[in-house]
């Protein structure tokens, strides 16, 4: 177990049970692969896996140390190709659309944050990997982050604040409440109590390599002041081209979104028949628009809904049915078209 947790049966079982979930989605993962295979699919895709975040367990989901932000990464191209190599390469979350696109021809828009690591369109390699902290559930915190890949830096924005936040799911775990009991009986060593600081320092920086669990922190030690500086220079600079939004409060943020605090709504979508096509089209910049298409008479299933990427052919008697949405906004009312 790493060595922020405590021996405990209650926590090994919690450990368990993650692993054997792990074990279940490796083997929903076979299912898709064979039924792609079975399509005769499998050797012209590329397949990538990872996950959505860091461990699921406390001090691992909804924090920005490693354990909350490093996350598996699996590529299968056709054929096996590059199979049993491993790319070292520092690669952020926001990049995988950007290489998806490199993949499949299709061109970089520029105003997407990501860098393509693979594919036609591959950057240069990264040199940082940036993370923040803001709000979690109903919680809040500000702290920003940057990594070369083994050094990284931390700046606590609210130092007043403890690590450690009462997020309501968490608190529902059995590994959870067993780590609160240990604590207020006071049976927790010094490293399994450094999540529970009630405050945090204003800065922070690990050697991930020889400190892999980011449990000893060196930003006061001169011997790296020189990369505290680099790092901090590095988040400074990404924080201002990213006009970073974490300083305004929420409120005074939603506000310039919705003036008067009045939700703006998706303007519904508008229908263009060329013969039996129908264009769809919506004036709201930045909407995207889903469509269904059923026989008359008959009312769009929940669960059917596509998204709109071209006009779609209407044959007779059946009707096009289009909804507009855009995020932050209230989605358009449904509207209905028939030949």
Known sequence: MPPYYPESPVIRRDMARMYSN????????????????????????????YSDNGGPLPKG???ITNSGLKVPMLIRYPHKEHAGTVDDQLISGVDFAATTLSLAGIKIPDYMQGWAFLGPQK?????????ARDRM????????????GRFKYYKNFQPEKPYIQE??????????????????????NDVQ?????????????????????????????PKYAAKLSELKNELETWMKNMKDKGFIPEKQFIESMWPGMVQPNT??????????????????????????LVSKGQKPAENKWQIYNGPVTVGPGQQLYAIAERIGYKASAVKAFAL
């Open 267 to 292: 303007a519904e979508p508008v229908f263009a028949l060329s013969g039996n096509k129908a264009a769809i089209n919506c004036s709201t910049e930045g909407n995207s628009i889903s469509w269904q």
């Open 167 to 188: 997020i309501a799911y968490r608190l529902d775990m059995d590994l959870m409440k067993e780590l609160l009991r240990l604590n207020e009986e006071g049976k927790l």
């Open 137 to 148: 559930d109903a919680n809040y915190d500000m702290v920003r982050t940057v990594g070369d």
């Open 61 to 63: 989901k909804r924090e």
């Open 193 to 221: 109590k450094l999540w529970f600081r009630k405050t945090k320092p204003d800065e922070e920086l690990y050697d991930t390599q020889a400190d892999p669990y980011e449990l000893h922190n060196i930003a006061a030690d």
């Open 22 to 49: 792990i074990m279940e989605m490796d083997k929903q993962v076979g299912v898709m692969l064979k039924e792609l295979e079975g399509y005769g699919l499998l050797d012209s895709t590329i397949i990538v896996w």
């Open 123 to 131: 950057a240069a390699p990264r040199k940082y990997i940036f993370g």
